[in-house]
């Protein structure tokens, strides 16, 4: 094995080595963020529980652990997928110090570079994040887990796919600061619009029906309502098959939409620094 090679293997480790310690460096913001997951798990369970009570109907065929289960995987992969931290904040930071031309110096590309970078914080997060909560969860409510190891397999790919869409959508949205040097206002927008259209909390199929075509339509589905159907068993065989599909889809589409922007914008850079 060369010395490149080594090295390549080694980036991923240093940057889960450097998202551990960014998180753990403030112990009591790191506890009160596990206990503000388990309020919202509580919350949820009884606000889901009082809403199947009065109209067990209009969830369909799923039970009301299923529901329930449905919401703390919304709440968990929210802990992963953190909206608050990832690509775009990276993106907005390094414009708005200008670090961005320090950046387009180094040896290794920028996107590899805050791909790597949310990496490591992903797998913080799913350890320390989202361990505590799904534990949680599981011994007090006893929220449901996959029936077999094929659905297990299939919620682990849709979880996959899911963060490379979430990634490329955000890098994406982290461009704009090219033009607006900060995301302030515009982060608001899209926070909302994410967690409105992807069915992170309520379920699509929930929604009017002259509205599902077109969040069918949108990646933001592909974030969180898939993974979180094939979960619980919502889309299972043939048809969670297909919801992976369109996450591939999607991914390869935001991927190529990052990467043409991302090399526009470049020269962009380039040519304004002289």
Do not use: C, N
């Amino acid at each position: 094995m060369t010395g490149m090679s080594r090295e390549s293997l080694a980036l991923p480790g240093v940057f889960i080595r450097q998202a551990f310690l960014k998180w753990t460096a403030y112990r009591t913001a790191f506890w009160v963020d596990v206990f503000s997951r388990l309020l919202q798990i509580y919350v949820m369970y009884t606000v889901w529980s009082l809403l199947y009570k009065e109209k067990p109907s209009a969830f369909g065929a799923l039970s009301f652990e299923q529901v329930f289960g449905y919401a703390v995987v919304g709440i968990l992969l929210g802990a992963i997928l953190s909206l608050d931290e990832g690509p775009h904040i990276r993106i907005a930071e390094r414009v708005r110090t200008g670090m961005i031309a320090v950046e387009l110096m180094k040896p290794i590309s920028f996107v590899r570079l805050v791909a790597l970078e949310s990496f490591g914080d992903l797998a913080i997060r799913v350890a320390l994040y989202a361990a505590i909560p799904y534990l949680f969860a599981l011994i007090v409510f006893r929220i449901p887990v996959p029936q077999t190891p094929g659905q297990a397999a299939l919620f682990l790919t849709s979880l996959v796919l899911s963060t490379v869409v979430q990634f490329f959508a955000h890098f994406l949205f982290g461009l704009i600061s090219f033009y607006t040097l900060d995301l302030v206002g515009f982060q608001f927008a899209y926070w909302a619009m994410v967690r409105f259209f992807s069915g992170q909390w309520i379920p699509i199929y929930m929604y009017p029906e002259a509205l599902k075509p077109f969040l069918y339509a949108l990646p933001f589905q592909a974030m969180f309502a898939t993974p979180q159907s094939i979960y619980v068993g919502q889309l299972h065989g043939w048809a969670a098959t297909m919801a992976i599909l369109i996450q591939g889809i999607w991914a390869l589409v935001l991927g190529g939409a990052a990467l043409w922007a991302w090399r526009r914008l470049q020269r962009h850079v380039v040519i304004q620094g002289g």
